[in-house]
């Protein structure tokens, strides 16, 4: 009999899986990131405990285009600025890719909260456009123009924190207590350029990011960056203290608050 390839893997076949992903290659990207002072109010109202606001209320767009091999990818987050435990990085609110490659390991295995969308660079001399887009909205857009090279930053390290969790079966809630994870990113940065510009944010009913809006712009850069994350779980969550929260990753919230009457699907 062929074999049939829904069927179980062998050992060493996900030995081998599993050894290949430790291995891969340092990637490079190109990306625009903007960094703006928000209304210090709206920023805390975003964060679910136990995150917490640190002393300024920053937001940043990171929209960027990766050379991954066979195929590009484009990837972006809108975050804002949080502290846990002692710790200072970055709570996105919506990290769109191009792929649905990308989509599923990060929501799956860290809890990120990536959705399929449109996210381009592009760039003609030194004018620069970057935009992240779904369902036909560009609800982020940075543009501008190169005004000249900075120094490169050391390598460095850089926390994002996620979210992970199962929506009930029954839509009461969530299966199990979610987990708060710390992501850990150490970049390394080979070209960095100063843009000047500004940064749009279009009115949207499924990324509402312009409730978020720049109330002093701290800057803008293009750069070229590899990075490599390590996730680690550091606690369980309450889960009627994050439920509030939980429409945040998804375009329609009630397909997983409002469970089948009567237990079908």
């Not at 960056?225 to 309450?238: A, C, H, P, Y």
Request: charged content about 25%; overall charge negative; some cysteine.
């Amino acid at each position: 009999m062929a074999r049939v390839r829904y069927g179980a893997r062998t050992e060493a076949e996900i030995a081998a899986a599993r050894g290949a992903g430790s291995r891969l290659p340092d990637i490079w990207s190109t990306g625009v990131v903007a960094v703006w002072a928000s209304d210090p109010d709206a920023v805390a109202a975003v964060l679910p405990p136990p995150l917490k606001p640190t002393g300024r209320p920053l937001v940043r767009v990171n929209i960027s285009k990766v050379d991954l091999p066979g195929y590009p990818l484009g990837a972006g987050s809108f975050a804002v600025a949080a502290a846990h435990d002692g710790v200072e990085g970055w709570y996105p609110l919506v990290m769109p890719m191009t792929h649905e490659r990308a989509l599923i390991g990060g929501r799956e295995v860290f809890g990120e909260p990536k959705k399929l969308g449109e996210v381009t660079v592009e760039r003609e001399g030194l004018v620069i456009r970057a935009a992240m887009a779904r369902h036909g909205i560009a609800f982020v857009e940075v543009r501008g123009a190169v005004s000249g090279d900075l120094p490169l930053p050391e390598p460095a390290r850089k926390t994002d924190f996620y979210f992970k969790f199962l929506p009930a079966v029954d839509g009461s809630g969530f299966d199990a207590d979610p987990l708060l994870v710390h992501c850990v990113r150490n970049e390394k940065v080979r070209k960095l350029e100063r843009i000047t510009g500004d940064v749009v944010l279009r009115e949207s009913m499924y990324d509402p990011v312009a409730d978020l809006p720049v109330r002093e712009l701290v800057d803008i850069t293009i750069g070229e960056k590899t990075t490599d994350q390590q996730g680690r779980v550091v606690e369980r969550v309450d889960a009627q203290a994050l439920l509030p929260y939980i429409h945040q990753r998804y375009d329609d919230p009630r397909q997983i608050l409002d469970g089948p009457p009567d237990g079908s699907v």
